[in-house]
């Protein structure tokens, strides 16, 4: 695996996922059982397994090709998926789209904002993450490692503060900025949530100057944080945003008059893809039906108070969270490391970020007794590697 | 539609696809029948509800989410598919990283180029198109629509020729490069093959200035050309080849030298669709076990042959081809447009390309009758036009 796989990046634990699994539980292909607080990096809002989720690969199981060229030859499921997702945005966001993963919705946000601006400097924050596609890559400073060595479209990196988003407001009087990108709450860069000041002058700044704003809540969206979009929580709207991960497709909406000319933006697959097409809509449906929004905001709070709790005993610090979109950091590294791979040993999936932050994110479904047994398992991991 | 989709770009016609169709025939929503002489731009190798894709999406009929992390939650279909690249790829290319679409697979190549060589000047074609992500619209000529407008990064660009070959040692003389792209056979550009010559002089100067070549096989590989890779028809072996359309997900190759230390690239669902991943391997296997590469190479020359004697008729301009990779042109882009449309109207699904180009790109699965019966309504197609 390692010298196949090119991209291998090896984790801090190594699991085969087999297709088994139920709600929050899933099974690795040896049959162990394994409580999801990673969900496929909010790629899996809903669980494994769900009734609404398995109806979909039912109703394609006599299809195929289940991907086509869907700018070209159009697909029902594309129309489906647009009217969908224009229920779920701003009313300002009328147009959208739709694209083959996270990194390719942000390239189409740059690429709306470049041409309809006419300007070529962009701007974002320190720690972003936004993509690894070279002009995504730009704009993604949550590790060196990742765009060092590499040539990079002109931008300018503000801190992710009250005190960053002031001196936007200077970076943007003195430079022609095609656009001003940021993740309402900050994701790999380490589950950054900024204050309601922060966002509110971010957008007032970029009013003011009329440059584009661009949200990107491609792990942030879709509901996670107990609203569908966690823009939402600082009352403000953007011009263009993303979608990706719990989306199942890449998506890049924005009012109409915001896109370019035909034929400037497109793609082979864009929009093209039968099953994840579907399942998107379904998705937006169930969390509709079961009202997880209200439940993602519940149990947001049963988990931050979970942790609150840990951090105050100091077995962790900084818990913070809003509706299941958690995080906490450990003092180091290394202790973080350890952690996720202690709590792998016991059965629960968790994953970094930041430099020293471990991410709660199970799927929109979990039950107060599934997050009890998995902070369970969390407490142990920390008692065990802080005694060490 | 048009409001809905912000990337809507108006075909020569407007065609909504059922699910249903057999080989070579696709029906539209209303219960219309097309013969398919576009394959989803490539990527329906095996046409319409073939069994060996029908197993597949129903083998995952039971499987949700179809869609995991494949970086970070390994999968065994992700193992599968690499394994299976390895055996049709040159030896020295024993190593692959699989994304999401072609313009991702792209980006990666120049990444890993650009690493590796610790240069930031990167060398490509006149006509060529290589996606539509900043990066890969760095080296994409075809349209000036695509490109205008944007940041790019640095380039030179050699005319697509032989004098452009022998004119590529100099430039790789005078500057230190960290690639040269190249499409063995252009697609989009306008399905344009190269010499012999002119492939041994790029492979020859390339290797002199230790430059690596990326060979971009998204449209001419995987069997399309009748050979597996469309640069083994000139003998050459480059240091870097992207794969996808055909492939059903993207794909860097070569060898495990060639890529940066871990972390460097990755991608949240980079190897993780289980029923793109499964297909992509049903693909490789049938198109073996149906001897479809001969097949190709067979039933090219017989499609070759017909459209030459249209071109003696002087009904068509410039026929050619490799394999099923074939194309002829008109003497005008609107007597081109309106010959899709005559297509269309005929009950065929056929494509442009270039400025005044026609692709004839049937699934390989096709027959002698049905390629007469797609000639025939070419023919008779370019005699309503030509009248005109």
Redesign the interface.
Known sequence: ?K?????????QY????S?KGEGCYVED?KGRKYLDF?S??C??P?G???PA??E???E??????????G??????E??RL??EL?KITPKSI???????????AV??A???C??FT?R?LGVGFENAFHG?????L?FTKS?K??YE???L??SVTIEFSEQGAERLEKVLSENKAAFVIIEPVQGEGGYNIPTMKMMKTVRRVTKKYKVPLICDEIQSGMGRTGEWWAFQHFKIVPEVMTSA?AL?VGA???N?K??P????????????????LA?AVAIIRTIKKEKLLKHNKRMGKVILGMLKELEEQELLINARGLGLMLAFDLPTKKARDEVVKENFKRGL?T?GCGEKSIRVIPPYIITELEAAEGIEIITQSLRKVLKQ
């Open positions: 695996m010298k196949l796989n090119g991209g291998f990046y090896p984790p190594t699991v085969f996922l297709r292909v990673a496929q990096i790629s899996n809903l494994y397994n769900h989720m398995i979909v690969v039912k394609y199981s006599f299809t195929a090709p289940v991907k086509v060229a700018q070209d030859f159009f697909i029902e594309h129309v647009l009217e224009m009328n147009s959208g789209f739709l694209i083959n993963s996270g990194a390719e390239e189409n740059l690429k709306i470049y041409k006419g070529r690894r596609t070279l002009g995504a730009s590790k490692l990742y060595g590499f040539p479209l002109d991960k199942q890049v909406l924005a109409k915001m896109f000319e035909s034929g400037v933006i497109s793609s082979t697959w864009g929009g093209g893809h039968r099953i994840d399942m999936l994953l």
